[in-house]
């Protein structure tokens, strides 16, 4: 199992970014999803989910209605856009399979992608 993320990097507030994760060595169908952070010197936070057939979404409260999970299950990839980003999402971001079916009990994880948020 492999879970490989892009897209991270430097941008300012308010800006935009679209991460992605490439997974391979698993059937990626028939996996819920999720995106994870973790901000310098704290602990793992949840960000989202998507159901395996992408069709169902959950956010946290703090990213509702400026972040999009989505996934394309033929490319095997997860995605997340994130519009609106603010200084304290500075963090990494992870992508993280979920063998609980939505009960969010992470076996694999992504190497991770920094995300800066700064002027």
Do not use: H
């Not at 819920?32 to 409260?61: C, F, H």
């Not at 963090?91 to 920094?114: F, H, I, N, P, S």
């Amino acid at each position: 199992v492999q879970l490989v993320e892009s897209g991270g990097g430097l941008v300012q507030p308010g800006g935009s970014l679209r991460l992605s994760c490439a997974a391979s060595g698993f059937t990626f169908s028939n996996y819920y999803m999720s995106w994870v952070r973790q901000a310098p010197g704290k602990g793992l936070e949840w960000v989202s989910d998507i159901n395996s057939g992408g069709g169902n979404t959950y956010y946290a409260d703090s990213v509702k209605g400026r972040f999009t999970i989505s996934r394309d299950n033929a490319k095997n990839t997860l995605y997340l856009q994130m519009n609106s980003l603010k200084p304290e999402e500075t963090a990494m971001y992870y992508c993280a399979r979920d063998r609980g079916r939505g009960r969010r009990e992470y076996d694999y994880w992504g190497q991770r992608t920094q995300i800066t948020v700064s002027s």
